[in-house]
């Protein structure tokens, strides 16, 4: 047995650490967090002092043991979590689960996995930082709090099963805001005028623009006129020398931003991946908001620039960091090995590790050297002056490894490349062609997951470990989508000066296509309604971003943090209790205006299932009607003329092949009806647009795309791509196709292959069923366990023998026991009445009721 223990967070780093230090260590992993704030319950006494209950989860029992096991048999163990709160904590848990003791426990941080930095690690151990505990302990604590309590707020007021959370609210405002804010803008039209000149040099051209745009087309018409006969000079020319300087090295912040917009990556996937790059030794830490670098990485940056580009290309350069709450003491993102250029691993890992060394060297290498050129053309005609800019690179510096892209969409407004022939002070210029085009103002863009990033850390909210779980949870929570959306076409005037003539031609261009950006859904725009009205502070920027400088203050140990919970808390539960009372139910309806047909008031708002609209009231004598929204409709956006056409759905077309065809819009979006078949009409294609003939086109694609592709056992295997996936149906049984078959060419050999998996899985499955009951008891992941209905249930300890139920006493257990051990689990499991009531009581007010009973 090795004398020294070493615990880490993951598997991949524990295979890594492993390598660098002898036989008296044995590298372990607890994967990740060992125990959590128990679940179905608060875990938080607020009455004594915010003391929390922990658990270990199931998963976790087979390892806490045998580290426990491990633990005890060793003469030291060294805890070895990441440096940052949350692994302080691990550490902490870990030292409280397993029983350590503190003259046989040492904590070791470091910033990269190699060996040297492991080996100073052990030679500079510490003992675990409470303050860094304290601090995580007060996120999860108030984030527990802020989401208990106001969950089930948004039950009672809103619609079952919605979720709120304190950063996630404040992610989803600043989407929801910046969407109204372009929904709101009035777009205004300008002409520009561009022009091309030539010098005496017929091959040579100056490119030249009018610095200021005219507001109508018939004062840019008359500008063109004007110089239709004018002669042009340069009537000034100036060249100056412009440098620029590299950008530092990455944060986790800017890490996700530029590869967001270089490789397209979500901000989950970047950290996904660059946790790879780290725990494989390849770079350091990526949970950080320093732009320093170490000495030591410095000079081998310095060393790796002059060996490859000369003296020339190097220029050392140390970085401050400007954002709250930085922790200096840590670096940026690095290559651990600068002479690494590449690495072995995924395409995804490849392509990460590429743009960190490139920025990272880039930040200590020369800036670029240009000269830039600026010259005014004098127009005879007239007083204004064009503008023509060039720009000549004289020194690449830093370029020749890495540029930093830009979030600016404005591509009209851009800066060009633009290289200027050489020319002089009262130079005369010939005119090739002039343009005036009508160009529109733009409105605020939209966040993609790299600008709302960037927006929450110039506001102070959230941490570098908050960012890529933040903008996950709104998107699952279905208070935010990412997604492609089309542009509309639309006109616009273009006036050309050629030859002395002038031709005016309408042209068109799409407008408003949108790429990977984030748009708020009705349920999140109501949801973010309804917390502005009521929980003003939960969704103020300003209190957010204070709330994370006190737990900065907590982690400095210059703040008590019981004291900080005890502060937001109270007032923060006094705001639920009283919305509760007092605050009317939320659906975001809007009033349209009236149906010319029934003269009854049309609305659109938030309905059980989803965005709908209505005609009428519930006290109207008749019933009200009701009418899903489209997809590409919004309660906050949909016009009246827009919501009266969703009620000419479903309507009815001839029947096909004897069976009657109808199309309308359910749930899961618009179909053609075709008998008793629902077939899904494709995304984007308007369901008030189909007739007969592209009805029976798409009924005719489905029998094509549901026609048997084999036979198993004389019983057809149909092939489709669902939610999660490609996958072969048969027997009414859904099978995934792994991406190690080739689903679009699959043989007999591979259908027989995944069915027979599938087969044997099912039967392994079960180890009694109750269909009618909706009752089983399944093999898990984890074990055996209970499923009713939805639910998925533990099982107990076995009454009779006060231990776990052995297979023979499953596979014999009674439907009554089963039952006795669903209700000790959901008292009100069979009572029909219990379970209607249940559903009508307010769930918050339970809720609220536990908290205030722990406070007396």
Not at 630 to 656: G, H, M, N, R, W
């Amino acid at each position: 047995m090795a004398k020294n223990l070493l615990i880490v967070e993951s598997p991949a780093k524990a295979k890594t650490i492993e390598g660098y230090l002898g036989k008296d260590f044995l590298v372990k992993s607890s994967y990740g967090h060992i125990r959590d704030l128990v679940k179905g319950d608060m875990g938080i006494d607020i009455s004594n002092n915010f003391t929390q209950t922990y658990e270990v989860p199931a998963d976790k029992k087979q390892v806490v043991a045998e580290l426990k096991k491990l633990a005890k048999d060793a003469e030291m163990v060294w805890l070895a979590s990441d440096e940052d709160r949350e692994g302080e904590a691990i550490s902490w848990h870990l030292y409280e689960t397993l029983g350590l003791k503190e003259n046989k426990t040492k904590r070791i941080v470091f910033h990269e996995i190699t060996k040297p930095a492991i080996l100073k690690a052990i030679e500079t151990p510490r003992t675990i930082d409470y303050n860094l505990v304290y601090a995580q302990q007060a996120r999860r604590v108030l984030d527990r709090l802020v989401g208990f309590e106001l969950s089930p707020v948004l039950w009672k007021k809103i619609k079952p099963s919605l979720s709120a959370g304190r950063v996630q609210s404040v992610a989803v405002r600043l989407i929801v805001d910046r969407e109204r804010e372009y929904n709101l803008f009035k777009t205004s039209a300008a002409y520009k005028i561009t022009a091309q000149f030539n010098t005496s040099n017929a091959r040579e051209l100056v490119k030249a623009e009018l610095p200021y745009r005219f507001e109508t087309e018939v004062e840019a018409e008359q500008f063109l006129k004007d110089c239709i006969s004018a002669s042009f000079d340069i009537s000034s020319l100036e060249t100056k020398p412009a440098k620029r300087n590299p950008a530092a090295p990455f944060t986790t912040s800017t890490l996700q931003q530029e590869a967001s917009r270089k490789l397209g990556f979500s901000v989950s996937r970047t950290m996904q991946v660059a946790q790879r790059l780290y725990e494989s030794g390849k770079i350091t830490y990526m949970r950080t908001d320093s732009v320093n670098l170490s000495e030591t990485a410095i000079q081998a940056a310095a060393n790796e620039i002059k060996s490859a580009w000369g003296e020339k290309y190097l220029h050392i350069r140390t970085y401050k960091t400007k954002s709250a709450g930085a922790q200096e003491a840590h670096e940026a993102i690095r290559p651990t090995y600068f002479n690494h250029h590449s690495v072995s691993g995924d395409s995804s890992e490849q392509r990460l590790y590429e743009l960190i060394w490139k920025r990272a060297i880039a930040s200590q290498m020369s800036e670029a050297l240009f000269e830039k050129t600026t010259a005014h053309i004098h127009v005879s005609s007239r007083n204004e002056h064009l503008v023509a800019e060039g720009e000549v690179l004289k020194f690449d510096g830093f370029l020749k490894v890495y540029l930093e892209s830009s979030d600016d969409e404005d591509h009209d407004e851009a800066e060009n490349d633009n290289m200027l022939p050489p020319l002089s002070k009262g130079q005369q210029l010939s005119l090739k062609e002039m343009n005036a085009t009508e160009r529109f103002s733009r409105p605020p863009s939209r966040y993609t997951e790299a600008s709302l990033v960037k927006k929450l850390e110039e506001l102070g909210i959230g941490r570098p470990s908050t960012y890529a779980p933040t903008i996950s949870t709104i998107q699952n929570r279905g208070y935010v989508i990412k997604e492609d959306r089309d542009g509309k076409q639309r006109s616009f005037t273009s006036i050309l000066l050629v030859n002395g003539a002038l031709k005016k031609q309408l042209k068109t261009e799409i407008t408003g296509a949108e790429k990977a950006k984030l748009f708020p859904t009705d349920i999140g725009e109501v949801v973010n309604d309804f917390l502005v009205e009521h929980f003003k502070d939960i969704v103020n920027f300003n209190f957010t971003a204070n709330v994370e400088k006190e737990f900065d203050e907590i982690a400095q140990g210059l703040q008590e943090w019981t004291k900080m919970l005890h502060s937001f808390y109270t007032p923060f539960h006094q705001e639920v209790e009283n919305t509760l009372e007092t605050a009317d139910r939320a659906n975001g309806e809007r009033l349209l205006g009236i149906d010319p047909l029934s003269g009854k008031n049309v609305y659109a708002k938030i309905g059980k299932f989803g965005p709908l609209v209505q005609i009428g009231q519930n006290e109207d004598e008749e019933k009200p009607k009701y009418a899903s929204l489209p997809k590409s409709q919004s309660v906050a956006t949909i016009t009246l003329e827009d919501a009266l056409q969703q009620f000419k759905l479903p309507f009815q077309l001839e029947d096909y092949k004897e069976k009657e065809v109808s199309v309308g819009v359910g749930r899961f979006g618009p179909y053609v009806k075709w008998g008793e078949a629902f077939i899904s009409i494709p995304k984007n294609e308007d369901p008030l647009s189909i007739d007969r003939d592209r009805a029976i086109e798409i009924i005719n694609e489905k029998i094509t795309a549901d026609a048997p592709v084999a036979h198993y056992q004389n019983l057809p295997v149909t092939k489709g791509t669902g939610r999660f996936g490609p996958f072969i149906k048969w027997n009414d049984l859904f099978i995934n196709v792994p991406k190690a078959y080739n689903f679009n060419n699959l043989s007999d050999k591979d259908i027989a292959e995944l069915i027979g998996k599938k087969i044997e899985k099912e039967a392994n499955r079960f180890i009694q069923q109750w269909p009618e009951q909706k009752i089983a008891i399944e093999n898990g992941r984890w074990g055996p366990f209970i499923r009713f209905g939805k639910e998925m249930l533990k099982l107990k300890k076995n009454p009779v023998s006060n231990d776990k139920y052995t297979p023979e006493e499953l596979a014999d257990i009674s439907l009554e026991e089963v039952k006795r051990l669903i209700i000790e689990q959901v008292p009100n499991a069979f009572d029909v009445k219990a379970k209607t009531s249940t559903k009508k009581k307010a769930p918050a007010k339970t809720a609220t009721k536990k908290a205030v009973v722990k406070k007396k």
